[in-house]
């Protein structure tokens, strides 16, 4: 087996004294350099440490202040199905309501926008053909909960009535249902989700701490003729949402 990172073992020490209760909620954790000369690593090595349990809302860093053990907080329970989104309406707000809170958001459309080279390919456009895209601030009782950006072919609903997905009688219906009202059947879903850490914007928006991670979701939806209709990229953080995925099994024979 290999050698567990140091700062993975400084984490793990950290995580148990706070689960001991050596230091309490809101108790402002010993300094860096002391911490590293306790356990005889470097400064980055507990620095990295921090920032790990920061994410996992364990520790919350003060500016100018120092590091605390931060109050424990419930991790929303985020679904994806596409399944969940065939029973109409909101995948999020349904999500929400599961979990007893108001699932709310912001948005923002922009009609016939000249798509990006990584969006074409994901949509199967060239570069710069004309697309619908829409910015998603998603909120649990109003508190942030997670972002997406995403994309569709305005050759495809241009000139309908769900052409602003946010827009016209089926405003805030799910993909799912509104390409449906066009003749488009979705068959499917794809996603890739990747860790990484959050911009700077998504800190902001979302009112994560600093160094704190993210999931990225890289969805893409086609219609039955194997047709890209739809693309976005979710934003979830790591320490409010806990990601979960639900497998439909056809047990016909």
Known sequence: MPEQPPYLRIADLLRERIASGEWAVGEKLPSRARLGEEYGVGHNVVRRANDLLVSQGILEGRTGSGTYVAEPRSRLRMVRSLSRERRGGSPFRADMAALGREGTWESHTEAKVPVPADIAVRLGLDEGDLGVRTRYEFMGNGKPAQLSTSWEPYDLTGG??????????????????????????????????????????????????????????????????????????????????????????????
Do not use: K, W
């Open 160 to 253: 309908t009535l769900v052409v602003l997905p946010e827009g016209g009688p089926y405003a805030g219906r799910g993909v799912v249902e509104r390409m449906a009202e066009i003749g488009v059947t979705i068959s499917h879903a794809v996603e890739q989700p990747e860790p990484r850490h959050a911009t700077a914007e998504e800190i902001a928006l979302l009112g994560l701490t600093r160094s704190a991670l993210v999931t990225q979701i890289q969805r893409t939806y086609y219609s039955d003729e194997g047709r890209p209709v739809e693309t976005a990229d979710i934003v979830v953080p790591t320490s409010l949402c806990e990601i979960v995925y639900e497998v439909p099994i056809n047990t016909a024979e």
